[in-house]
């Protein structure tokens, strides 16, 4: 893709000074389709694309190791916030609608180059066949250190919502409830990765296991498409927690669960939220209901019917290379019978075209012997 031609959107370039000591901030895109366009369901591959394309062009060690790092990312992105409907095997974006696209990051280094990022925004993000205007850009989550957030107020509930479809890993599959042990273990990898100030982490979710409590909780759950491969069954909606009255006695773990909890923003809730899944706020809502496109339930439905039909029959192999392929071949197939171009695919998926190229030959010729 070639470089973007550079231009400031309308948000004063002041608001985008803040520390060098800055290890977390968020902001808010205002984007704008300037006529009808149409996005493919599993649109956030390229979102994620776009954003390391911009780190790249700019800083390419920074890219290979967001990109490729063992560590956790220290990112999220969004979805894009708006006015979505599906139209036949497509998503689209209503003409001169303002859709709202959230980044944060997560260490001194990417805010680093996000700060001067954004005194140098590009005029579009590039999705393929539509590009949306950015009119504006703003803070949404203010800088911060992880200092300050161990050192911030603490006492009281802790709320959180969760907009997007949030999930944990647990056993090779996916948990789509908000147990509190995996809640914190979620965000104490983020902590323990990035702040310099590592916790054991054993002991600390022994803690929480035993002194957090769930006061309420509102929630739902929905199947979505999730990164590059597979689907995920997650939950959307709030919970309230608080803490036993024993919980003091432990006044590091006391003080850290306030923190992770201001944390949370910041970091996303679970898995995949460098490609818009947990996305996370502090407060309650009553409303739980996300309203996912009717085109990405079905995309994600087919995928995991895909995925146990090839398990199922690669079941005598088994392992996690198994399990692998089944979602490839489940991914690939879907993808295509929704009307995808293959190469396309092959770009999201970071494979060459010939290798999609046969595996979907080979998932074609699998599900016809299932029949």
């Not at 060690?61 to 990312?73: R, V």
């Not at 005029?123 to 850009?137: E, G």
């Not at 200092?147 to 603490?154: F, M, R």
């Not at 709320?159 to 999930?167: G, H």
């Amino acid at each position: 893709m070639p470089r973007q031609t550079r231009k400031k959107p309308t948000t004063s370039e002041s608001q985008f000074k803040w520390s060098l000591d800055t290890e977390l901030v968020g902001l808010e895109f205002e984007l704008v389709a300037e006529k009808d366009f149409y996005l493919v369901p599993q649109y956030t591959v390229g979102l994620h694309a776009w954003f390391l394309q911009q780190v790249q062009q700019n800083d390419p060690g920074l890219s290979a190791y967001l990109h490729d790092g063992e560590s956790e990312k220290a990112f999220t992105i969004s979805g894009l916030d708006g006015e979505i409907t599906s139209t036949g095997r497509q998503l689209q974006l209503s003409a001169n609608s303002t859709y709202r696209w959230y980044v944060t990051v997560l260490s001194r280094r990417v805010q680093e180059w996000l700060a001067q990022w954004t005194n140098n925004l590009p005029s579009i993000v590039d999705l393929r066949d539509a590009p949306l205007q950015i009119k504006a850009c703003n803070i949404l989550h203010p800088p911060t250190t992880y200092a300050e957030l161990l050192n911030s107020e603490v006492g009281g509930t802790l709320t959180l919502q969760f907009l997007t479809p949030t999930s944990f890993r647990r056993k090779g599959h996916h948990f789509p409830l908000p147990v509190p042990a995996n809640i914190f273990h979620s965000y104490l990898r983020r902590w323990n990765d990035f702040s310099g100030m590592t916790v054991d982490q054993d002991e600390f979710l022994d803690w929480v296991d035993n002194c957090v409590l769930i006061n309420r909780c509102h929630l739902t759950t929905m199947k979505v498409p999730a990164g590059k491969r597979g689907s995920v069954t997650g939950f959307t909606g709030a919970v309230e927690l608080s803490l036993t009255n024993v919980a003091e006695k432990k006044p590091e773990y006391y003080q850290l669960f306030y923190a992770l909890g201001k944390l949370a923003p910041y970091c996303g809730t679970g898995h995949k939220t460098t490609f818009g899944l947990g996305q996370t706020r502090l407060g309650w809502s009553s409303e739980v209901v996300q309203d996912i496109p009717d085109v990405q339930t079905v995309l994600a439905k087919r995928i995991e019917d895909l995925i146990e039909i090839f398990k199922a029959q690669r079941k005598r192999t088994g392992g996690t290379r198994a399990d692998e392929t089944a979602s490839k071949w489940a991914t690939i197939l879907a993808r295509r019978e929704m009307g995808e171009s293959l190469q396309v695919v092959a770009e999201d998926l970071e494979m060459p075209y010939e290798t999609v190229k046969t595996y979907v030959k080979l998932a074609r010729r699998a599900l016809k012997n299932q029949e």
